[in-house]
T-cell receptor
Framework: QKEVEQDPGPLSVPEGAIVSLNCTYS??????FMWYRQYSRKGPELLMY????GNKEDGRFTAQVDKSSKYISLFIRDSQPSDSATYLC????????FGAGTRLTVKP | DAMVIQNPRYQVTQFGKPVTLSCSQT?????MYWYQQKSSQAPKLLFH???????NEADTPDNFQSRRPNTSFCFLDIRSPGLGDAAMYLC????????????FGPGTRLTVT
C-alpha cells in the first residue's frame, strides 16, 4: 500500500461547478497536509496547507482533514477554466510524500 | 521576487552523454531538494541537502549525483543518461524548520535520444 493515494482522474467539470479532490494516507502520525497546483509543464505551486486537523479556507479553496479516516480533501468553489491543472497532495511531517496528482479540466 | 530558478528549462541529451541540470534560489533556504517526475506520477525524491549535509534516498541510482557549492546553487549530474531517465526534474527549497512547505522551481524537462 502506498503511503499516499490520490485518484489520478482525469476530472472534467463545467465552469462554476464545485470540485472535490481527495487523498488518503496510511500513517496516522502525519501532521502536515499540503495541496499543490501544477500547470502543464510547470513546477508545483503551493496552494495551501493544514496542520493537524480541521478546515482551512482561502478564497474559493477549502482544505479539509479527517484524521480519523486518514482522508483529506480540497474543495474548489465556483471553478474557473484557469483552475485547470493537476492538483497534488503532499502529506507527512518532515519528509513529505506526494500523491500522483489529479488532473482537473474546467470547461467554459 | 524571491524564487527558485532552474536552467535549462528543456534539455536534450544523447544516451550515455553526461548532463548537468542547475538550480538556484533567492529565498536563502537551508534545504534544497531534487525530484524526478514522470508523466502522471508523483514527484520522486532523489536527494536533498540540509545546508551542505547531503542526504541520498536509498533507491536513487548511482547514476545520479549532486553538488551544492553554496546556499544558492545546487546541481544535478546524470553521469550516463538512459532512456528511462527522461523526465521532468524539479528543484525545491524549504527552511530547516519548515520542510513540509516546499517551494518548487519550474522544472527542467529532460529528453534522452
Amino acid at each position: 500500500q502506498k503511503e499516499v493515494e490520490q485518484d489520478p482522474g482525469p476530472l472534467s467539470v463545467p465552469e462554476g461547478a464545485i470540485v472535490s479532490l481527495n487523498c488518503t494516507y496510511s500513517n496516522s502520525a502525519f501532521q502536515y497536509f499540503m495541496w499543490y497546483r501544477q500547470y502543464s509543464r510547470k513546477g508545483p505551486e503551493l496552494l495551501m496547507y493544514t496542520y493537524s486537523s480541521g478546515n482551512k479556507e482561502d478564497g474559493r479553496f477549502t482544505a479539509q482533514v479527517d484524521k480519523s479516516s486518514k482522508y483529506i480533501s480540497l474543495f474548489i468553489r465556483d471553478s474557473q477554466p484557469s483552475d485547470s491543472a493537476t492538483y497534488l497532495c503532499a502529506i507527512g511531517n518532515n519528509d513529505m510524500r506526494f500523491g500522483a496528482g489529479t488532473r482537473l479540466t474546467v470547461k467554459p | 521576487d524571491a524564487m527558485v530558478i532552474q536552467n535549462p528549462r528543456y534539455q536534450v541529451t544523447q544516451f550515455g552523454k553526461p548532463v548537468t541540470l542547475s538550480c538556484s534560489q533567492t529565498l536563502n533556504h537551508n534545504v534544497m531538494y531534487w525530484y524526478q517526475q514522470k508523466s502522471s506520477q508523483a514527484p520522486k525524491l532523489l536527494f536533498h541537502y540540509y545546508d551542505k549535509d547531503f542526504n541520498n534516498e536509498a533507491d536513487t541510482p548511482d547514476n545520479f549525483q549532486s553538488r551544492r557549492p553554496n546556499t544558492s546553487f545546487c546541481f544535478l549530474d546524470i553521469r550516463s543518461p538512459g532512456l528511462g531517465d527522461a523526465a521532468m526534474y524539479l528543484c525545491a527549497t524549504s527552511t530547516l524548520g519548515g520542510t513540509y512547505e516546499q517551494y518548487f522551481g519550474p522544472g527542467t524537462r529532460l529528453t534522452v535520444t
